[in-house]
């Protein structure tokens, strides 16, 4: 099972990114698709999720009003639109899904992800 996130980069304060992460080697459908960060010397932080039903989209405080998860069932996709650039959202940043099965509440954190990726590292500068 691979989540692998691409598109990192360095981006201008005030600048935008899209991350993107495709999934392979099962499926996805029943399950959230989402996005962690972890800045350096920082724990982990929940960013947002794509639910599996379509029925939804959920932020982390921090970034909400900024960033916009969007999915796609077909491509076992998940991506991570990030506009707005803060230099404290340079982190690595991880796609990975949650582990609970059809899950459709409203209670999301960086403690529910199961399956994780290889992040991709993304940098905004003052």
């Known amino acids: 099972v691979q989540l692998q996130a691409s598109g990192g980069g360095l981006a201008q304060a005030g600048g935008s990114l899209r991350l993107s992460c495709a999934a392979s080697g099962r499926t996805f459908s029943g399950y959230g698709l989402g996005w962690i960060r972890q800045a350096p010397g920082k724990e982990r932080e929940f960013v947002g999720l794509?639910?599996?039903?379509?029925?939804?989209?959920f932020y982390g405080g921090s970034v909400k009003g900024r960033f916009t998860i969007s999915r796609d069932h077909a491509k076992n996709s998940v991506y991570l639109q990030m506009d707005s650039l803060k230099p404290e959202d340079t982190a690595v940043y991880y796609c990975?899904?949650?582990?609970?099965?059809?899950?459709?509440?409203?209670?999301?954190?960086?403690?529910?992800?199961?399956?994780w990726g290889q992040g991709t590292e993304v940098t905004v500068s003052s």
């Open positions: 794509a639910n599996w039903s379509g029925g939804g989209t």
């Open positions: 990975a899904a949650d582990r609970r099965e059809y899950y459709s509440g409203i209670d999301y954190s960086q403690d529910n992800f199961g399956s």
